[in-house]
């Protein structure tokens, strides 16, 4: 799975990368998690509110940073359409 | 705590509204009860720096949580998306006026600016209506509301806001007019959006008193150290400087006290939260209205970190337009107000 972490790194974008790492780790979930901070690539996924969620190319997220359990909710959902 | 608010967020909001209602009024014999039990000698400068920062302070952070409780969950019922929605297709004058509006109720915050840039250009939005919302969302902003209705009554937070707006639409439609297109840099225009946005999901009422929560926790939770020491140096101005010391320096009579002011505020940045008890305290000295008001616009309004920012979409020209516009205008509505009142 590769998740992204969209923001310029402004400190909700770091909450979100924390939790992410945080969400993952609960549910024993390997993942590549990378951080996006340049503009030109935060736009093409086509949101205007950062931070935002990428779970393999798929916006799960944006403009707000959600709980850690929230975040497992996303996580979990994303794999069980897989 | 956090475990009650995710579990009743509406029976919190039952329980801590008699709460805040019975705080608020007890703020006074509060402030004086300090202020006695302190033996300070009464009437002398210290006691009344004192009793200005034991009153201001625990009234400030009160009017606060509520008003960004109340916004938070304003906030909910709009999106940066939803406003895209709302502006597309509109002529220059009514996308103005509208943006200038959404711009106060929008979530926003100056790391988004640029993606909510590109998303507006990438759907035709005209760039003068864009500039709108971008003098908007952070001059108008609820923590400068509340303080100034807190500190001055609703009649002044009232002006600062309807002033606010009238800057906002009049920048962004003179910018529009100024045919400023090719200042923009060109990669904005070659943004493509790969994927498709999530859709958006309706929250329930009990997700939207959850945001209010959140809203507190993080606005309030970032912004009271600067509360403090804003209004510690407004209580120190209170209390030591004397009166009508700035009538001179800031008053109606130095003509050139409105640029000047508009001058030092534009690279100056602070939040509305540190400024307010400051500007209280100029005021109270002999400042006059117009020229305390256009340097809280110019310092709050037009920031240099934001500027930098945007720099990444446009070209310098178009950054000193968009400065001196907008710093233009503050000029203007200072002298306006200097002359009226």
């Not at chain 1, 969209?6 to 549910?27: D, F, S, V, Y």
């Not at chain 2, 000698?41 to 109340?70: C, D, G, M, N, Y």
């Not at chain 2, 999901?201 to 929560?213: A, E, L, M, N, Y």
């Not at chain 2, 008890?277 to 256009?294: D, R």
Request: one cysteine or more; hydrophobic letters at 50%.
């Amino acid at each position: 799975m590769n998740i992204k972490v969209l923001g310029p790194g402004c400190m909700n974008c770091k909450t979100l990368e924390k939790r992410t790492i945080e969400a993952l780790q609960q549910l024993n979930m390997n993942a590549d998690v990378e951080k996006v901070e340049d503009y030109q690539r935060i736009a093409s996924y086509g949101i205007m509110h950062t931070p935002g969620l990428v779970i393999d190319e798929k916006v799960a997220l944006s403009g707000s940073v959600p709980t850690v359990d929230k975040i497992k909710e996303l996580l979990l959902a994303h794999r069980s359409a897989q | 705590m956090n475990k009650l608010l995710e579990r009743h967020p509406i029976g919190t909001v039952i329980t801590f509204l008699p709460l805040w209602i019975f705080l608020y009024f007890a703020l006074q014999p509060f402030a004086d009860a300090i202020v006695s039990l302190s033996g300070l000698p009464p009437s002398e400068q210290i006691t009344e720096a004192v009793r200005f920062f034991v009153f201001e302070t625990p009234k400030v952070l009160l009017l606060l949580t509520i008003v960004v409780f109340a916004v938070g969950i304003v906030r909910t019922y709009f999106s940066p998306e939803r406003t895209r929605k709302i502006l597309g297709g509109k002529s220059l004058f009514v996308g103005n006026v509208l943006a200038s509006m959404l711009g106060i109720v929008t979530p926003f915050c100056s790391c988004s600016a640029i993606p909510l840039f590109i998303g507006f250009v990438e759907t035709g939005i005209p760039l003068g209506v864009t500039f709108s919302f971008l003098v908007a969302a952070p001059m108008i902003n609820e923590i400068a509301v509340v303080l100034l209705f807190g500190l001055f009554g609703w009649q002044t937070a009232l002006l600062y806001v309807s002033t606010g707006l009238l800057i906002a639409i009049t920048s962004g439609y003179v910018i529009g007019r100024l045919k400023v297109e090719r200042f923009v840099e060109n990669w904005v225009f070659e943004v493509h959006t790969t994927t498709s946005a999530l859709e958006e999901t309706v929250p329930s009422f009990r997700d939207r008193i959850q945001s209010g929560f959140e809203a507190v926790k993080d606005i309030v939770g970032r912004v009271w150290p600067y509360i403090l020491i804003g209004i510690a140096v407004g209580a120190g101005i209170h209390g030591y400087v004397p009166e009508n010391f700035m009538a001179s320096l800031m008053g109606k009579s130095a003509w050139w006290s409105v640029p000047v002011a508009v001058l030092i505020g534009v690279p100056l940045y602070s939040n509305a939260a540190g400024i307010i008890p400051i500007v209280h305290a100029l005021l109270e000295k002999g400042a006059s209205l117009g020229t305390t008001l256009a340097f809280m616009m110019a310092v709050i309004g037009l920031s240099l970190p934001e500027t930098i920012i945007l720099r990444k979409v446009l070209k310098m020209p178009l950054i000193f337009i968009f400065v001196g516009v907008v710093a233009t205008g503050i000029i203007i509505v200072g002298y306006v107000f200097n002359f009226v009142y």
